[in-house]
């Protein structure tokens, strides 16, 4: 997948270079990632009441970076009804110019989520909208043939981002598609593939669309009073996430550890994998050799009730994460 990612980045076919979602390949890897990972993903009133309990613990403010594709998280969110949104800021007012800046609405209390890898149910229109516009600007009428945003689709889409927007935001034209699992049973997504990176070691190369989410990381830490990390194996694959991952846990760990601040002190650090034998528990540990285990939790039977205590007692240690 490396090896096509930088074939296409680089435009090594030329004029062969299928689209700017990548050439076939990647077309086909990104469609049947979201095509299997949907039929394979619970519908609304099916979602296992573990997911849910997570879903009910997160509260206004609490920021969750994901790297799955899948849409579950979302729909536990909105089965418990917290209210939640998919990108970092929500703004007021935008002030576009040669110094563009944006006042930021605080006036929502939310879940922020961040799928920092993309997401099965993402779509972007704004090459259907070009072509459109192009169209009418021909004299021919506006609509035309597409698996997602064309007429004769009777998809439920809805914007990713929400409020004012940068004009040159990259996802300022991306929609989630509501009823995906139609989308993908009745579809050929050749024209329109999920938004999504590509399982690669070169991924980063695609990453413009969620430059956002990045932007800052590395200043997370200092004061939040609380840090999970839950089901992430670290791949060494993935080196620019190790970069981020190390200097939020060395800020949440080394700053404001003993005395606290704002009359708050933070909790330890807790870490849930499934780790059976003692061999995977300390390749664990070698990946997150950075972690300062005296000021950390961790537990290695997966996602349980027993997993949502830990994660609920660091909860009330602390206030909101």
């Known amino acids: 997948m490396a090896f096509l990612d930088v074939e296409h980045y680089l435009g090594l076919r030329g004029s062969d270079t299928l689209s700017d979602d990548g050439n076939e390949t990647q077309i086909l890897v990104k469609t049947l990632i979201g095509q299997i990972l949907t039929e394979r993903t619970p519908q609304m009133g099916k979602i296992p009441d573990i997911y849910l309990r997570f879903a009910e613990m997160l509260q206004p403010n609490d920021l969750v970076l994901t790297f799955n594709y899948d849409v579950l998280l979302e729909r536990a969110l909105e089965t418990v009804g917290t209210p939640f949104r998919l990108f970092p800021e929500r703004y007021s007012i935008?002030?576009?110019g040669y110094a563009p800046f944006a006042e930021c609405d605080n006036s929502h209390e939310e879940v922020i989520v961040l799928k920092l890898h993309g997401s099965v149910d993402w779509f972007d229109r704004k090459r259907y909208r070009k072509f459109d516009d192009y169209r009418v600007a021909e004299g021919l009428p506006a609509g035309?043939?597409?698996?997602?945003?064309g007429p004769e689709r009777n998809l439920h889409t809805v914007p990713v981002v929400d409020g004012p927007r940068f004009p040159d935001d990259p996802l300022r034209e991306m929609h989630r598609v509501l009823n995906v699992e139609e989308l993908y049973r009745g579809s050929s997504l050749s024209l329109a593939p999920p938004s999504l990176l590509s399982p690669s070691s070169a991924k980063i190369l695609y990453s413009r669309k969620q430059r956002d989410f990045w932007w800052g990381l590395s200043q997370w830490g200092f004061l939040n009073f609380g840090?999970?990390?839950?089901?992430?194996?670290?791949?060494?694959a993935d080196d620019y996430v190790r970069q981020v991952l190390y200097r939020i846990v060395k800020n949440y760990q080394n700053s404001y550890w003993k005395d606290g601040?704002?009359?708050?002190?933070?909790?330890?650090?807790?870490?849930?994998d499934f780790r059976r034998s003692a061999k995977d528990k300390e390749d664990f540990r070698r990946r997150y050799a950075f972690v300062n285990w005296s000021r950390a939790r961790t537990y290695f039977n997966g996602l349980d009730q027993k997993a949502l205590e830990l994660l609920g007692n660091a909860q009330q240690y602390c206030g909101n994460g």
Do not use: A, N, T
């Open 94 to 96: 935008i002030h576009d």
């Open 144 to 149: 035309h043939f597409h698996p997602v945003f």
């Open 227 to 236: 840090m999970s990390i839950i089901g992430f194996s670290l791949s060494g």
């Open 261 to 272: 601040v704002l009359d708050r002190k933070k909790s330890p650090l807790v870490l849930v």
